[in-house]
């Protein structure tokens, strides 16, 4: 997965952002990944969450690096062909440091949530 979203990413009115990735059919990770029930790895769609929190923080994308992830749940696998809806919202922004909430859901329901995305701001 790559920081270039299937749609958005798009800055919602109350500030937070929202973006959209279609999970293709057959892409090479679900070969290794449960070749009987093909599930998309946790880690990639946590990966996207990420990159959409980096868009919720001030300035460029670039200028921030992970610092820690808090209290991430997995609630239901996302599948071959499924479309992930993302959403990150601001919670606090401090100097150097911001945290974010971030959600994914498919057809309305939830399929991963991280309470708490920190980025810290690379030094210049």
């Known amino acids: 997965m790559t920081p270039d979203f299937d749609g ?13 990735r ?6 090479a990770v679900f070969d290794a990944h ?23 923080a001030p300035g460029e994308p670039a200028q921030w690096r992970l610092g820690a992830v808090r209290r991430v749940q997995f609630r239901h696998p996302v599948r071959p062909g499924d479309r ?15 945290s974010c909430r971030a959600e994914a859901t498919v057809d309305g329901r939830v ?14």
Do not use: Q
Request: aromatic share 4%; no cysteine.
């Open 8 to 20: 958005g990413p798009t800055r919602e009115p109350g500030g937070g952002w929202t973006a959209v």
């Open 84 to 98: 992930v809806h993302l959403t990150a919202n601001l919670l606090e922004d401090k100097e150097n440091e911001v």
């Open 22 to 27: 279609d999970i293709a059919p057959a892409p």
């Open 111 to 124: 399929v991963a949530v991280a309470r708490r995305i920190t980025l810290a701001r690379r030094p210049a």
């Open 34 to 56: 449960f070749p009987r029930f093909p599930v998309l790895p946790g880690v990639l769609l946590l990966a996207d969450l990420v990159n959409l929190a980096r868009r919720a």
